[in-house]
């Protein structure tokens, strides 16, 4: 047989490369497919990223900030006074006001001298009341003691913005309100309001034979009714106060203005709630208890 005849066995080799290097394309799998994803989208990201930086930084340098200019130092001073001063005024206006006491009818528990607040906004609404204690302005010739209020230029400006106390005015207890029937006394020495003793030990001067001494030196009895619109008022120095009751006209006085004793309400400043000063005595100032007991007219 030929050889060319012979049956040929198929090789075990590898075959060849060709000869210009060409090799069959590989099939990339699934995973390397998802890999080059995430890197795609993770490049986008960054493109995006930069862009937005980029474009961030050239709107805020293409943006001028704006400074506001602050006014000067002596500006500002000027107007915290201003406003300052505005709110005192209208605090002693409307709320609270401070007095000085000018004398001592009101002792033991108010000296003369002291610095007393005194607050408005209680009679908005209302009248005062039996006990309280209040400053009011002069109904005609109650001063006797010259005027010791503020005597300089600066205290003056301030006692007119209710920063320094004033003066000019009186202080005194509210005994009787319109309508009231006030007598002296029973033999105990106590005043009656309305049929009904009061105990007034706690608040008065000690040592006086009645709490009225001021009519007749506790010598009779002596009784008064208040008009409309009108307080009766006393100080707490009984014998050394002139108050309603020094004011009273005699039984058989002629050509005596009756009404010269009573406070027109009209005149009333406020009620006084506090003492400031002297700072060891300073305290609030309440409605004593007993006038509580006391019925309406």
Request: proline share 8%; with cysteine.
């Given at each position: 047989?030929?050889?060319?005849d012979e049956p040929r066995r198929p090789s075990l080799d590898k075959?060849?490369?060709?000869?210009?290097?060409?090799?069959?394309?590989?099939?990339?799998?699934?995973?390397?497919?998802?890999?080059?994803?995430?890197?795609?989208?993770?490049?986008?990201?960054?493109?995006?990223?930069?862009?937005?930086?980029?474009?961030?930084?050239?709107?805020?340098?293409?943006?001028?900030?704006?400074?506001?200019?602050?006014?000067?130092?002596?500006?500002?001073?000027?107007?915290?006074?201003?406003?300052?001063?505005?709110?005192?005024?209208?605090?002693?206006?409307?709320?609270?006001?401070?007095?000085?006491?000018?004398?001592?009818?009101?002792?033991?528990?108010?000296?003369?001298?002291?610095?007393?607040?005194?607050?408005?906004?209680?009679?908005?609404?209302?009248?005062?009341?039996?006990?309280?204690?209040?400053?009011?302005?002069?109904?005609?010739?109650?001063?006797?003691?010259?005027?010791?209020?503020?005597?300089?230029?600066?205290?003056?400006?301030?006692?007119?913005?209710?920063?320094?106390?004033?003066?000019?005015?009186?202080?005194?207890?509210?005994?009787?309100?319109?309508?009231?029937?006030?007598?002296?006394?029973?033999?105990?020495?106590?005043?009656?309001?309305?049929?009904?003793?009061?105990?007034?030990?706690?608040?008065?001067?000690?040592?006086?034979?009645?709490?009225?001494?001021?009519?007749?030196?506790?010598?009779?009895?002596?009784?008064?009714?208040?008009?409309?619109?009108?307080?009766?008022?006393?100080?707490?120095?009984?014998?050394?106060?002139?108050?309603?009751?020094?004011?009273?006209?005699a039984p058989k006085a002629r050509n005596c203005d009756t009404d010269?004793?009573?406070?027109?309400?009209?005149?009333?400043?406020?009620?006084?709630?506090?003492?400031?000063?002297?700072?060891?005595?300073?305290?609030?100032?309440?409605?004593?208890?007993?006038?509580d007991e006391v019925p309406d007219s």
């Amino acid at each position: 047989m030929p050889e060319d005849d012979e049956p040929r066995r198929p090789s075990l080799d590898k075959p060849a490369d060709d000869s210009d290097g060409a090799t069959e394309p590989v099939a990339s799998g699934p995973a390397d497919t998802e890999d080059d994803a995430d890197a795609d989208r993770d490049a986008d990201r960054d493109d995006d990223a930069d862009e937005t930086t980029t474009t961030s930084t050239t709107t805020t340098a293409a943006t001028p900030v704006k400074t506001k200019r602050r006014a000067p130092l002596w500006l500002e001073t000027i107007v915290l006074l201003v406003v300052a001063l505005v709110m005192a005024l209208l605090i002693k206006t409307f709320f609270v006001q401070a007095f000085y006491i000018p004398s001592a009818s009101m002792e033991p528990g108010l000296v003369k001298d002291d610095r007393i607040l005194v607050q408005k906004p209680s009679y908005w609404f209302g009248e005062p009341s039996r006990g309280d204690v209040i400053v009011f302005k002069d109904p005609g010739g109650w001063l006797n003691t010259p005027d010791t209020g503020p005597q300089t230029l600066l205290a003056k400006g301030l006692a007119k913005v209710g920063l320094y106390p004033t003066g000019g005015h009186l202080v005194k207890r509210v005994i009787g309100t319109p309508g009231d029937t006030i007598v002296c006394c029973d033999k105990q020495g106590r005043l009656s309001i309305n049929g009904v003793a009061i105990d007034e030990d706690d608040f008065v001067a000690d040592g006086l034979e009645c709490d009225g001494p001021m009519v007749n030196s506790c010598r009779g009895r002596w009784t008064v009714t208040v008009p409309d619109d009108r307080l009766f008022v006393m100080g707490d120095n009984r014998a050394a106060s002139e108050d309603s009751s020094a004011r009273l006209c005699a039984p058989k006085a002629r050509n005596c203005d009756t009404d010269r004793a009573f406070v027109p309400i009209d005149l009333v400043v406020g009620k006084v709630f506090s003492l400031v000063w002297p700072l060891k005595h300073a305290e609030f100032i309440g409605r004593p208890d007993v006038f509580d007991e006391v019925p309406d007219s």
